[in-house]
């Protein structure tokens, strides 16, 4: 078989595993695991196969490139095409790999629930129109992939409709995206107007010949579509409400697919947005401001999938961060390993929740033994939390370090792809937010794991399928940094390894990070056993997706809010001091965003309606009324007396004698 054949299978058999599972599901209940896990894994499989066979083994083989004509369009046509290179070939393995994971790990975590078939053929087409954006050669066709995530996230995040906060979270993430998708859409026409073609390649050549008429005002449509995908300021906002979807849901969004599309999209196309310098700027001080005010907003969560959810937001960050400076290798480097050890945090914070009861730090730190009680997903977590802190030798240093030495080319004037403002921008704001990621990631581990108190209810073993996932995805998180001498090739990269300098110092911002932050919990951990946290819902045997559901309704009915606890044992709050209510509100940008677009069209629809119901409606019933009044006027005369008749036919032909009469007078 062709590779070019075993590239087209990739995409194409989550998808035939998605329409398989929606016509069995009720019918044949039995095949809907099965054709959830297998087409997948057969993916993944067949990707590893792909990425070899184009590669030759080292990363140093020639793109795949195939096309077939799909519709003539009478201007710029679309083509049905496959575009491969060393990085599409490790991404699509990774979206396959997180897919079958999340996929075996769903098995166990909604084992009872009745639409487990729509839920695991959803994500199966999920994971498709991942893997066709991967793939795809045509930016029409990689638009589709793009779109069918759109409407996939819509329905996955509000699984748990019956609760009030999916259906908001789903419905704010499809508006926020499709906020940015309009843009986005806009740029691709023009770009195809400039270039005379959606195919990538002819795009890159494009671009390469100087063919480019508007670069900065393609690249900033561009950017803002990947903002609303990607998760990046400011249009980042739903991504945090998502977490009311569920935990394997969150995992394969944050590691594999919808938020990962934006970056890879910009890494495809990092040719365009280099031809315009201001647009790398305003991508790194978007970059900047994301990966900062991320990290700040997750040292003040309270629900753990918030605190992992600002931390997916941060880490884009990183990845946007090396894009603006022209380092694509950098960018994807971090994206793989990322999705590697934020999809082990996500499946692990569903088994604590399980364990818990909960999913409030408050009430983990308040509660003994939760490590014992969960020792994989203990254990496990810690590697991802190291990964996640960039500590040595795990893989977020390796991965994070070549985004730092980038930065640091461009702003010692080394690369001369991006102005050395954007340098020294994300720079500055790398070290920052990795001594932030250290502190929350420390603030995680100490309340989830080493709380003080009463051993939470026990809410029974969680399955195998759920654990054995966890120390899979613990190997890439612990090892994959160590292959950073013979992934760059794949990734067209000179040289990912870590330099002296931003090793230091990475390293050393992280460790006063972490020990702050240990220093804080230790002087604030004596204040827990004053203030009972009581976000607990205590179900035992309850499968996990019920716990997370009963977690959800019980911290907000304890605290009055999803976010935030007022704990005063936390460590974040004494941190952050007063900015901590706005860090845990998200700065308030969903109140702005209220203020400045929400009221304003809700004020317009109410005048439109007054408008409809108190004017153009008046003219309609007026018409109506008119016309019944002169009805009414006319069957009055009809008496169907003869008499009557005559003496208005007599008085009429007066009427017009005398007028005849007048008038030839006058003549």
């Not at 906020?179 to 671009?207: E, H, N």
């Not at 985004?403 to 702003?411: D, F, N, P, Q, S």
Request: net charge neutral.
């Amino acid at each position: 078989m062709t590779t070019t054949t075993l590239a087209v299978l990739v995409p194409l058999l989550p998808f035939l595993g998605a329409v398989a599972g929606l016509l069995l599901g009720r019918k044949a209940p039995g095949f809907v695991r099965p054709l959830a896990v297998l087409p997948p894994l057969a993916a993944a499989v067949l990707a590893a196969i792909v990425a070899v066979r184009q590669s030759d083994g080292h990363g140093t083989g020639a793109p795949i490139d195939a096309a077939t004509r799909l519709t003539p369009t009478g201007s710029v046509p679309i083509d049905l095409a496959l575009y491969i290179d060393g990085f599409a070939a490790l991404v699509a393995i990774l979206v396959a790999v997180v897919a079958t994971c999340v996929q075996i790990y769903s098995t166990g975590y909604l084992r009872a629930d009745a639409r487990y078939p729509s839920y695991a053929a959803l994500v199966s087409l999920f994971t498709s129109a991942m893997l066709l954006v991967v793939y795809s050669g045509d930016l029409m066709v990689l638009l589709v992939g793009w779109e069918i995530m759109g409407i996939c996230s819509y329905f996955l995040v509000g699984h748990y409709w019956e609760t009030p906060e999916a259906r908001a979270a789903s419905l704010k993430a499809f508006l926020v995206t499709k906020l940015g998708d309009v843009p986005f859409l806009l740029g691709l026409f023009a770009l195809a107007v400039d270039t005379g073609t959606f195919r990538i390649t002819g795009v890159l050549k494009s671009v390469a010949d100087n063919g480019l008429d508007h670069p900065t005002l393609i690249a900033l449509l561009l950017i803002a579509g990947v903002a609303g995908k990607s998760a990046q300021f400011p249009l980042h906002t739903w991504l945090p409400d998502a977490m009311a979807g569920p935990t394997p849901v969150s995992a394969l969004i944050h590691a594999a697919t919808m938020v990962a599309a934006g970056i890879y999209f910009v890494a495809r196309l990092l040719p365009v947005f280099a031809a315009s310098a201001a647009a790398l700027v305003v991508l790194a001080v978007l970059a900047a401001i994301t990966m900062v005010g991320s990290a700040i907003a997750a040292l003040a969560q309270d629900d753990i999938k918030r605190v992992l959810a600002y931390s997916t937001i941060g880490q884009l960050g990183y990845m946007s961060g090396a894009l603006a400076v022209g380092d694509r290798g950098a960018a994807v480097f971090h994206l793989i390993s990322h999705g590697a050890f934020k999809a082990l945090l996500f499946l692990g914070a569903g088994v604590i929740i399980h364990a818990a009861g909960t999913n409030s730090l408050a009430a983990m730190s308040r509660m003994g033994g939760l490590a014992k009680r969960v020792p994989d997903a203990y254990w496990t977590m810690t590697i991802a939390l190291l990964a996640l802190a960039a500590i040595p030798p795990f893989a977020g240093f390796f991965s994070k370090e070549a985004v730092l030495v980038a930065a640091e080319h461009t702003a010692l004037g080394e690369s001369r792809i991006a102005p050395d403002i954007a340098g020294w921008t994300v720079l500055v704001a790398g070290l920052l937010t990795a001594l932030l990621t250290a502190a929350y990631a420390t603030r995680l581990w100490l309340l989830a794991f080493r709380g003080r108190g009463a051993e939470a209810a026990d809410h029974g073993k969680q399955p195998l399928s759920m654990n054995a996932v966890l120390w899979v995805l613990a190997v890439p998180s612990l090892a994959f940094g160590l292959t950073v001498g013979v992934i760059a090739p794949w990734l067209g990269a000179h040289s990912l390894t870590p330099t002296l300098t931003t090793s230091v110092l990475g390293t050393g911002v992280a460790l006063v990070g972490g020990l702050i932050t240990y220093g804080s919990w230790s002087h604030t951990t004596a204040l827990a056993a004053r203030t009972p946290m009581g976000a607990v819902a205590a179900h035992p045997d309850a499968e996990p997706a019920l716990s997370e559901v009963e977690a959800m309704a019980s911290h907000t009915a304890a605290y009055g809010d999803i976010a935030s606890a007022p704990d005063p044992a936390d460590p974040g709050r004494l941190l952050l001091g007063r900015l901590h209510p706005h860090a845990a509100a998200g700065f308030h940008l969903d109140a702005v965003y209220r203020t400045l677009f929400q009221r304003p069209v809700q004020g317009a629809a109410r005048l439109v309606r007054f408008l409809d119901r108190e004017v153009v409606d008046t003219y309609v019933r007026g018409a109506g009324t008119g016309t019944r009044w002169l009805g009414a006027a006319v069957r009055a005369a009809q008496t169907g007396n003869v008499q009557t008749y005559l003496g208005a036919l007599l008085a009429g032909t007066v009427v017009l004698a005398i007028a005849a009469v007048l008038v030839a007078a006058g003549a």
